[in-house]
Antibody, heavy 117, light 106 residues
Framework: EVQLVESGGGLIQPGGSVRLSCVAS????????MSWVRQAPGKGLEWVSIIYVDGTIHYADSVRGRFTISRDNSKNTLYLQMNSLRAEDTAMYYC???????????WGQGALVSVSS | DIQMTQSPSTLAASVGDGVTITCRASQSISNYVAWYQQKPGKAPKLLIYRASTLESGVPSRFSGSGSGTEFTLTISSLQPDDIATYYCQQYTIFWTFGQGTKVEIK
């Protein structure tokens, strides 16, 4: 079965940066659409970013210009570089496969990012 | 942006009851809707996509229906393992989720 494992979260000061990683097993990151979805504490789900098989990228308005999605096919890893972090970016960040750029099929366990001074 | 509005926000039912959750889209989205189940402290799990297609391995007591702007998720006979929060999601224009429906046992 597909396995996705996120890492890289932690406590970050406002204005700081962090990079999340999502390593895939029994799945090839470069062969499918991949997304990041976040969930603030006690809140609902919010799509953050997606990277297509052909490299097309989209971002939610709330993170555009501050976050960057990328992948390294040689490491079978998806990344989310998060800059200029704000308190409202505090959330659990999940990577997920997104077949056909439609729904989110397989999810990682999440990486918690807390933005606070 | 397409808004997805779920109702109710919370529902309580007895084991064996039928349960229905509704999701309304702010504009027509054909059948591009998925449903997820999320248990506390866990990642969401895909239940249904394309409004009514059951994901592999999901119990048949779950079903989905609808098209256009109104969609429903039905649990035919509520089980203790179904206690969770359920989310709808549209994928017509970008990707947005409903606010969630928490299902509890009465």
């Amino acid at each position: 079965e597909v396995q996705l494992v996120e890492s890289g979260g932690g406590l970050i000061q406002p204005g700081g940066s962090v990079r999340l990683s999502c390593v895939a097993s029994r799945f090839t990151v470069g062969n499918d659409y991949m997304s990041w979805v976040r969930q603030a504490p006690g809140k609902g789900l919010e799509w953050v970013s997606i990277i297509y098989v052909d490299g097309t990228i989209h971002y939610a308005d709330s993170v555009r210009g501050r976050f960057t999605i990328s992948r390294d096919n040689s490491k079978n890893t998806l990344y989310l570089q998060m800059n200029s972090l704000r308190a409202e970016d505090t959330a659990m960040y999940y990577c997920a496969t997104t077949p056909g750029a439609h729904y989110f099929r397989y999810w990682g366990q999440g990486a918690l990012v807390s933005v606070s001074s | 942006d397409i808004q997805m509005t779920q109702s109710p926000s919370t529902l309580a039912a007895s084991v064996g009851d039928g349960v229905t959750i509704t999701c309304r889209a702010s504009q027509s989205i054909s059948n591009y809707v998925a449903w997820y189940q999320q248990k506390p402290g866990k990642a969401p799990k895909l239940l249904i996509y394309r409004a009514s297609t059951l994901e592999s391995g999901v119990p048949s007591r779950f079903s989905g229906s609808g098209s256009g702007t109104e969609f429903t998720l039905t649990i035919s006979s509520l089980q203790p393992d179904d206690i969770a929060t359920y989310y709808c999601q549209q994928y017509t224009i970008f990707w947005t989720f409903g606010q969630g429906t928490k299902v509890e046992i009465k």
